[in-house]
Nanobody, 120 residues
Framework: QVQVVESGGDLVQPGGSLRLSCAASGSIFSIYAMGWYRQAPGNQRELVARLTNSGGTDYANSVKGRFTISRDNAKNTVYLQMNSLKPEDTALYYC??????????????WGQGTQVTVSS
C-alpha cells in the first residue's frame, strides 16, 4: 500500500503566499512523478503542476510564473510554493504520486486534499 498525505492549505489574502507539502510512503518501488491537481465546486479538475523522476516539470498556464514545484527525494516529499495568490486559485488541492509498488504494479495514489482559500 502507498499513502499520500498533503498539508499546508489555509485562508490567505490576495497577493499572499502558501507552501503545500505532500509526502508519499509505504510499499513504493519507484516514483515516476508527483504533482498537484485542484478542483473548485462547479469547475473541472485541472492539473496544476507535475514533477517527474527526471526533474522535468509541467505547469498549468494559469499558474506559470507564480507557482513552483520542488521535491526532497530523501523524504519522498514534493512541495508547491504558491505566490501572488488570486481568488481564482481557491480550490481543494490534491496531491498524487505516480508509482511502481513493490509488487510492480503501476498505479496513481491520491491524498485527501487540502483546502486553499484566497479571499479578502
Amino acid at each position: 500500500q502507498v499513502q499520500v498525505v498533503e498539508s499546508g492549505g489555509d485562508l490567505v489574502q490576495p497577493g499572499g503566499s502558501l507552501r503545500l507539502s505532500c509526502a508519499a510512503s509505504g510499499s513504493i518501488f519507484s516514483i515516476y512523478a508527483m504533482g498537484w491537481y485542484r478542483q473548485a465546486p462547479g469547475n473541472q479538475r485541472e492539473l496544476v503542476a507535475r514533477l517527474t523522476n527526471s526533474g522535468g516539470t509541467d505547469y498549468a498556464n494559469s499558474v506559470k510564473g507564480r507557482f513552483t514545484i520542488s521535491r526532497d527525494n530523501a523524504k519522498n516529499t514534493v512541495y508547491l510554493q504558491m505566490n501572488s495568490l488570486k481568488p481564482e486559485d481557491t480550490a481543494l488541492y490534491y496531491c498524487y504520486a505516480d508509482t511502481d509498488t513493490l509488487s510492480r504494479r503501476r498505479a496513481n495514489y491520491w491524498g485527501q486534499g487540502t483546502q486553499v482559500t484566497v479571499s479578502s
